[in-house]
């Protein structure tokens, strides 16, 4: 069974920067398509990055520019570093692989 340990939520002043992480157990990610989206209350889940495989990187639009993501094979983790932070960037952020994902980590962008 897959399993998700995300980390490196946080609240950050606007502007600034935090990095997420997330270790997935099962698979290797060598064969998958990995990402992160973020939700927040009331509002419909947004995608926010993918990797695939071969190493090809979708953003979506609100974060082009400011996130990159990242994965390391032989630690079978994938990480988003998030620079620029905005305060509607504030949300709970997931790792997602196929149709499972973790229980997310909160990112507040606040002053």
């Known amino acids: 069974q897959m399993q998700f340990m995300e980390s490196g939520g946080g609240l950050v002043q606007p502007g600034g920067s935090l990095t997420l992480s997330c270790t997935i157990s099962?698979?290797?990610?060598?064969?998958?398509?990995v990402g992160w989206f973020r939700k927040v209350p009331q509002k419909k889940r947004e995608g926010v990055a993918t990797i695939r495989p071969g190493g090809v990187t979708t953003y979506g639009d609100s974060v082009k520019g400011r996130f990159t993501i990242s994965r390391d094979y032989a630690k079978n983790t994938v990480d988003l570093q998030m620079n620029s932070l905005k305060p509607e960037d504030t949300a709970v952020y997931y790792c997602?692989?196929?149709?499972?994902w973790g229980q997310g980590t909160q990112v507040t962008v606040s002053s």
């Open positions: 997602t692989l196929g149709t499972e």
């Open positions: 099962g698979p290797s990610l060598t064969y998958y398509t």
